[in-house]
């Protein structure tokens, strides 16, 4: 099972800005990628490589995961963009993050690619995991085969405003919605990988939210992608990191309902011996456990502990 890291919110730093990388490296994002695809203009694209090198080697990230967002496979950049990468932070880089994924040969061109530089390197084999962007409809046709393509795939993400313009859907922002369309029109593609990433037992992420300034739009849209279940989102700005961080965090209430449900459970079928019971106004049984152990799971995840009444409450 791949690692299930901590990515509530997921802070995209250009990699050609030094001094934007040193900021993300002290805030308050549980995962910052240096990007060297689109937020890294193509004539700074190879210069970029060694600040982002030198900003992983030299910045004290905490317990960050460290991503790199290389360039797509099919391009002229990526290669490069392993190999120096690697050469030069292999050593502290948690994992590759690969932009327009179209299908699993995508990911096994990585995969072995830092197979190679593992051995050559003398590096942990297979150490370093791999993200999956899934942003145009190849990719989407062929998420459940990407997210099994290589064991170090630790998530599929959402790349939103790609997906729009493949998609040629009429709008020229990603925030907010589409007047003419009555629902969310990005329901179809959240639930689709969603589904993909749960089946292969790994974590999925939303993308960006364009609009920076409009922190309320980018709750709601946070909370959306929650609701399906998501593990967290971009922020492209250090303000959008708390309501992410928010979003995707069970509140302590909730966190203590999940515990009380476990333990009343518990008690219910080891001492009582019967596998359905009321809780207060609510019957639980199996699948409310299941359900109570994703919040305390993810809630212990994000530092949550359960005040004492609430154990107490449910002997
Ligand atoms: C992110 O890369 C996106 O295209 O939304
Ligand atoms: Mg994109």
Same mark, same amino acid.
């Given at each position: /099972?791949?690692?299930?890291?901590? =990515? ?12 934007? /990388? ?8 549980? $995962?910052?990628?240096?990007? *060297? ?16 090198? $030198? +900003? ?13 967002? &290389? ?9 490069? #963009? ?6 030069? %932070? ?18 096994? @061109? ?7 530089? $593992?051995?050559?390197?003398? *590096? ?7 993200? +999956? ?8 046709? !062929?998420?459940?085969? &990407?997210?099994?393509?290589?064991? =170090?795939?630790?998530?599929? &993400? @959402?790349?939103?405003? #790609?997906?729009? +313009?493949? /998609? ?8 907010? #919605? ?7 029109? @990005? !329901?179809?593609? *959240? ?22 300034? #409009?922190?309320?739009?980018? +709750? ?16 492209? !700005? ?17 966190? $203590?309902?999940?515990?009380? &449900? *476990? ?27 299941? /359900? ?17 009444? %609430? ?5």
């Amino acid at each position: /099972m791949p690692q299930q890291r901590l =990515r509530r919110s997921v802070l995209s730093v250009p990699g050609s800005n030094p001094r934007m /990388m040193e900021k993300a490296a002290a805030s308050a994002a549980d $995962e910052v990628f240096l990007d *060297l695809e689109d937020a890294t203009a193509p004539l700074e694209k190879p210069g970029a490589r060694a600040k982002v090198v $030198e +900003a992983l080697t030299t910045h004290d990230w905490g317990d960050k995961v460290k991503v790199v967002r &290389i360039n797509q496979v099919t391009g002229r950049y990526a290669f490069r #963009d392993i190999l120096e990468v690697i050469e030069g %932070a292999g050593r502290v880089l948690d994992c590759i993050m690969i932009p327009k994924v179209q299908n699993p040969g995508d990911v096994a @061109f990585v995969d072995r690619a830092l197979t190679q530089l $593992e051995l050559e390197l003398d *590096l942990e084999p297979g150490r370093i995991g791999v993200e +999956a962007q899934i942003e145009d409809p190849q990719g989407l046709v !062929h998420c459940e085969a &990407i997210a099994t393509a290589s064991p =170090r795939v630790e998530t599929l &993400i @959402f790349g939103p405003a #790609d997906f729009k +313009a493949s /998609m040629q859907m009429p709008s020229l922002s990603v925030s907010g #919605d589409i007047p003419t369309y009555p629902g969310d029109y @990005f !329901h179809y593609p *959240l639930m689709r990988l969603a589904v993909a990433a749960r089946a292969a037992g790994i974590q999925v992420i939303d993308g960006p939210y364009l609009a920076i300034r #409009d922190l309320e739009g980018f +709750a709601t849209v946070a909370r959306r992608a929650a609701a399906l279940g998501y593990d967290g989102k971009w922020a492209l !700005h250090p303000g959008q990191i708390e309501p992410c961080n928010e979003a995707f965090t069970p509140t302590q209430e909730q966190f $203590e309902r999940a515990v009380q &449900i *476990l333990d009343a459970y518990q008690h219910a079928t080891e001492i009582e011996r019967r596998g359905a019971v009321m809780l207060g106004d609510e019957m639980i049984d199996e699948a409310s456990r299941k /359900m109570a152990e994703q919040f305390f799971l993810r809630g212990r995840k994000a530092g949550l502990s359960p005040r004492e009444p %609430a154990r107490a409450a449910a002997q």
